[in-house]
């Protein structure tokens, strides 16, 4: 049977997926579920752009960038971390990998279990210091935005599930 060319592309994607699994140990729906809210899976978003008096294009508020919305300096925290100074943030492959290694980093640091994609999130979008200081607690929006997000990892797990059993 051949493959259509979109269904290659997500088994690609699923087969990075596994491969930032087997380094990290952090659950292929939680690195799913963390790229879907940072990006929707679109390989070269950024922030929106704010215009000064309607008509010129401002800065960014943000570095943030990629699948992963990764900021500049974390990302260059990540490159001399784990060595691989040709990864693109635009990359999927690249950008599963920086989630699972945050994520452990978290887990590791912060004592959050590896499957909590809630406070996997918090500490991915407060940074580890922020979410030591539990600074989430005064953003109501963030709070609900990582509960949704723990339901959509259920989502993706289920569906993780039906294809691993076809």
């Given at each position: 049977m051949k493959i259509k060319p979109f269904m290659h592309g997500i088994f690609h994607e699923l087969k990075d997926a596994r491969q930032s699994y087997q380094r990290w140990d952090i659950p292929i729906y939680v690195q799913m579920a963390i790229m879907y809210q940072k990006s929707r899976f679109v390989a070269d978003a950024e922030p929106p752009r704010p215009w000064l008096f309607g008509?010129?294009?401002?800065?960014?508020?943000s570095s943030a960038y990629g699948y992963a919305q990764a900021k500049d300096e974390t990302w260059d925290?990540?490159?001399?971390?784990?060595?691989?100074?040709?990864?693109?943030?635009?990359?999927?492959?690249?950008?599963?990998?920086?989630?699972?290694?945050?994520?452990?980093?978290?887990?590791?640091?912060?004592?959050?279990?590896?499957?909590?994609?809630?406070?996997?999130?918090?500490?991915y979008h407060e940074g580890h210091q922020g979410y030591r200081n539990i600074s989430y607690l005064s953003k109501s929006?963030?709070?609900?935005?990582?509960?949704?997000l723990a339901n959509k990892a259920r989502l993706f797990q289920t569906q993780l599930d039906r294809c691993q059993m076809n």
């Open positions: 008509i010129i294009p401002w800065t960014r508020a925290e990540y490159l001399d971390s784990v060595g691989d100074f040709g990864a693109d943030r635009d990359d999927f492959a690249d950008a599963a990998d920086f989630i699972g290694w945050y994520c452990d980093i978290s887990h590791t640091k912060l004592g959050i279990a590896q499957s909590d994609t809630r406070n996997l999130y918090l500490a929006w963030l709070q609900r935005t990582a509960s949704m």
